[in-house]
């Protein structure tokens, strides 16, 4: 069984306006949440877990949340990477909540090609590289920080100015991720 020694973040604070509803709030798997589903299913592997969202006070259940830095008021993953790293001050696996098919097993070799002085490395896969599926250390913040004052929220151009590893697996597959109606039904169907 793998277990990986970092804490892991669901990043769980988007709008959803393609879902047309919080998708970190849609039943799914038999749990009132997918943020729920998500959670349960990680947990044995990681020594913490912790939820990020904008306002943490959207959600019915207890859990570790950590809520955006509230000084920047738009959204963006760039947001919530540099919230929590300012919070957890440590490196950090990170998954968006959306994406109920990666395997800890991902998160198992991102960790051993995990080497001293990097800042971050992502998962890829044939068809896309996927930046909330992936390790981020404290040392990227100042980078993100940089480019936010610049109300840039690219994270491509973070990885362009720091030491970012992509490591390729061979499957789409495990990041199939839901953005509209229609992939929230395929997943459900795909359980
Ligand atoms: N904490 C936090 N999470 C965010 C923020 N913006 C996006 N996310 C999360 O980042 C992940 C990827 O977000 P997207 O799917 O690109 O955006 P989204 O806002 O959820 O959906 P769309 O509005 O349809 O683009 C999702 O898990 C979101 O919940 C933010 O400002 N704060």
Redesign the pocket.
Known sequence: MPLIPLPLV??????????GS???LLPFGGFKTLTEFQLHRLKPYFPRLHV???NSEKFAFEASF???NPN?T???????LL??LEQLQTPVCV?????PFVTPEIFETLYENFEEGDDAIVAASPCASHQ?CAIYAPSIAKTMRAQLAKNEHKIRSVFSQSRTKFITFESDEPFF????PDEYQKAQELL
């Open positions: 669901i990043i769980a604070g988007g709008k959803s306006s393609r879902m919080d998708k970190a990020s969202a904008k950590i809520d955006d920047f738009d959204h963006s993953p760039l947001v919530a919230s929590i998954l968006s909540v959306d994406t909330l991720n839901l953005n509209h």
